[in-house]
């Protein structure tokens, strides 16, 4: 059963999963859903919605986490002041109850440094905390440059991800950073974020049943479809150092949320699956564990009745 339940995720995730080494990179964006979103402090579901928006469940999260794919995001601050449009290949929202917008996180594909370049100096003005310069932006790029792999680890290590962080006239945080990709062509992502100010009490409570459509789009489907999550999830770093090393990993401990993560290399997931199906499962060796301590115990009490009666 471990096996067969192993073997269903893994299907799942190769569905979906790309290899930046494998496949031809497009950076044609024009067929993906345009759209504007004038951002306000009790951001709804139905106000994305009305922007065009069209979020589905994501799948064992589906009374928190919404997820939508493939579009190019124009954003309004709450004062008005205009975003760069940001082409998220994903975007993920957590949802309240009372379909309050608690986060909007965006993702683009993984990018060259000269495309990350050209993106982040989009929103360096924005930054407020800290106050980047166009300068220190090129030394980060050169340091990952020099080795995509390592350049945050070691005793020379960047120790920030080139975070941009501001808000608006409503509270509304927002921050843009880079992500490792872990790949030489392709070494960076950008992803942003977005908070809503909700109160404590709002941010506690959330929907007890799947997220429900919002009022007047009660007809839409919101089950995720087969090709949810990530077309291009970046490597895992560990496994990419091993890689580069020229060694197969032993996957024999690995976890099964890595696993699902969809960050192994293409050609490495049989062998983790294949692993994982062999690992004994915790709840057998916790049965045979009791089954022997109490066959112990039972011994122990015979040998003592006999010896009793002796």
């Not at 990350?116 to 100096?121: I, K, V, W």
């Not at 080795?147 to 509304?172: C, K, M, Q, T």
């Not at 996957?251 to 004994?280: D, T």
């Amino acid at each position: 059963m471990n096996r067969l339940i192993c073997i269903f995720l893994v299907v799942g995730l190769v569905g979906f999963r790309f290899s930046a080494s494998g496949a031809t990179r497009t950076t044609d964006r024009s067929d993906w859903a345009a759209v504007e979103i004038r951002l306000t402090a009790k951001e709804t579901l139905k106000d994305l919605f009305d922007a065009g928006l069209r979020p589905y469940r994501f799948p064992t999260f589906e009374t928190t986490l919404l997820e939508a794919k493939h579009l190019r995001v124009r954003l309004d601050q709450a004062d008005g002041v205009a975003l760069p449009e940001f082409q998220a290949e994903l975007a993920n929202i957590e949802v309240k109850a009372d379909w309050l917008i608690a986060e909007l996180e965006l993702a683009n594909a993984p990018m060259t440094i000269s495309e990350a370049r050209t993106e982040m100096l989009r929103w360096i003005q924005f930054g407020t905390r800290p106050k980047w310069s166009e300068a220190e932006l090129d030394s980060f790029l050169a340091a990952v440059a020099a080795d995509y792999l390592d350049y945050n680890f070691g005793p020379n290590a960047i120790r920030h991800s080139f975070n941009i962080r501001w808000s608006d006239v409503s509270n509304i945080t927002y921050e843009v950073w880079f992500q490792q990709a872990s790949h030489p062509a392709t070494p960076l992502a950008v992803r942003m974020k977005i908070r809503f100010p909700l109160t404590p009490a709002q941010a506690r409570k959330s929907f007890d049943i799947p997220i429900p459509p919002p009022p007047g789009y009660e007809n839409v489907d919101m089950r995720a479809p087969k090709d949810f999550g990530p077309d291009s999830p970046p490597e895992d770093p560990e496994i990419e150092r091993v890689r580069r090393a020229g060694v197969m990993p032993d996957y024999s401990g690995l976890p099964e949320k890595r696993i699902r993560s969809g960050a192994l290399p293409r050609g490495h997931m049989e062998q983790a699956v294949e692993a994982a199906a062999a690992r004994p499962s915790r709840v057998s060796s916790a049965v045979w564990w009791l089954v022997g301590m109490a066959t112990v115990v039972i011994a122990m009490g015979a040998y003592a009745s006999r010896k009793g009666k002796k």
